[in-house]
């Protein structure tokens, strides 16, 4: 069974910091491009950062310089350390995981809020 599971995500004030993980199973998670996504109510699901394969990582610019994203192909999961959290970072985080030319696979996503 082909699952992406996330975790890590909770409430956190400004300035603090989180780690969100995806544990991915049922695919050959070495072959995979994986990436993280947000979306918040009534706005387009949009990317955060993606790492390919070869590891090769791209970031949103407004994230930039505070997310990182990195994989652990031992273990399945990939990683997003979030750094410098603002307010506008709350919304819901998809971990998603592309291999072209199949359809993307999907978390069921972690909500972070960062509030004070």
């Known amino acids: 069974q082909v699952q992406l599971v996330e975790s890590g995500g909770g409430l956190v004030q400004p300035g603090g910091s989180l780690r969100l993980s995806c544990a991915a199973s049922g695919i050959i998670f070495s072959i995979y491009d994986m990436g993280w996504y947000r979306q918040t109510p009534g706005k387009q699901r949009e990317s955060v950062a993606t790492i390919t394969n070869g590891g090769n990582t791209d970031y949103a610019d407004s994230v930039k310089g505070r997310f990182t994203i990195s994989r652990d192909n031992a273990k399945n999961t990939v990683y997003l350390q979030m750094n410098s959290l603002t307010p506008e970072d709350t919304a819901v985080y998809y971990c998603?995981?592309?291999?072209?030319?199949?359809?993307?696979?999907w978390g069921q996503g972690v909500q972070v809020t960062v509030s004070s």
């Open positions: 998603n995981a592309r291999r072209k030319p199949y359809s993307p696979l």
